[in-house]
């Protein structure tokens, strides 16, 4: 029978877009006469080394539904990471390539995966920090979040709000931040606190088990990242 999930869908709309739109409604009918192993075979037909005997192996192995799962999940991440480097060279104007390296360079230290710490560099990047305010921030955003067990989004945009000279909730979470006057929050003095405080915690957080297993997760995730690069059509 047809199968309809998203990746099937798409693949068959990839195969049939340079057709008239009146083509890509048939999309069910095409999809019940596609096999799954033809669609594998598809996406090895990217590789010269690679083929639908292999295709046809690697399901036997794994299993239809299992490997058709891994390429799908693949993609996604891909596309998630690719989406995330695009919000950042929107919100900066430019590509950032010393941002992308800080993103990388954490997500190794740190149980924080770097499409993360990405989506909050383009966040900053929209409400006008500058390239060398976003690196700055984001360590301590790490800390911050690793050693109150508040999420990356909540420090990230409650350390933004003090460069405008309020405290706001961080006030409230860590209460040596209202010792510091408008001008001291407007010049970054929070990021001092903060990092006296709490500095180191996101690496500290990983000689845990469960911070160990974070990231194995994220390790695990740029592989898929990847595969998904390879496998994506252009």
Do not use: H
Request: charged share 20%.
């Amino acid at each position: 029978g047809a199968n309809n999930s998203p990746f099937f869908m798409y693949i068959c709309k990839l195969m049939i877009k340079s057709r008239s739109s009146e083509d890509v409604l048939t999309v069910e009918r095409i999809l019940s006469k596609i096999s799954e192993v033809d669609i594998f075979a598809y996406y090895c037909s990217s590789f010269k080394q690679l083929g639908k005997s292999l295709g046809a192996a690697a399901v036997a192995y794994f299993g239809t539904q299992g490997l058709i799962s891994a390429i799908n999940g693949s993609i996604v991440a891909y596309q998630q990471q690719e989406m995330a480097e695009r919000k950042l060279q929107t919100a900066l104007g430019r590509t950032s390539q010393a941002l992308l390296n800080q993103a990388s360079a954490l997500q190794k230290v740190t149980t924080f995966g770097d499409e993360a710490i990405i989506a909050q560099q383009a966040f900053l990047g929209s409400i006008g920090f500058t390239e060398e305010k976003i690196k700055n921030l984001i360590p301590v955003a790490l800390d911050l979040a690793s050693a109150t067990g508040q999420t990356l989004e909540f420090a990230v945009r409650n350390l933004a709000k003090t460069y405008s000279g309020l405290t706001g909730e961080l006030g409230e979470l860590i209460p040596q931040t209202k010792e510091l006057t408008a001008e001291e929050l407007k010049a970054g003095g929070a990021l001092q606190v903060i990092s006296d405080l709490m500095g180191g915690s996101a690496v500290e957080n990983t000689k845990t088990m469960t911070g160990s297993l974070e990231q194995m997760k994220n390790a695990v995730g740029d592989t898929a990242e990847s595969m998904g690069e390879l496998l994506s059509p252009v």
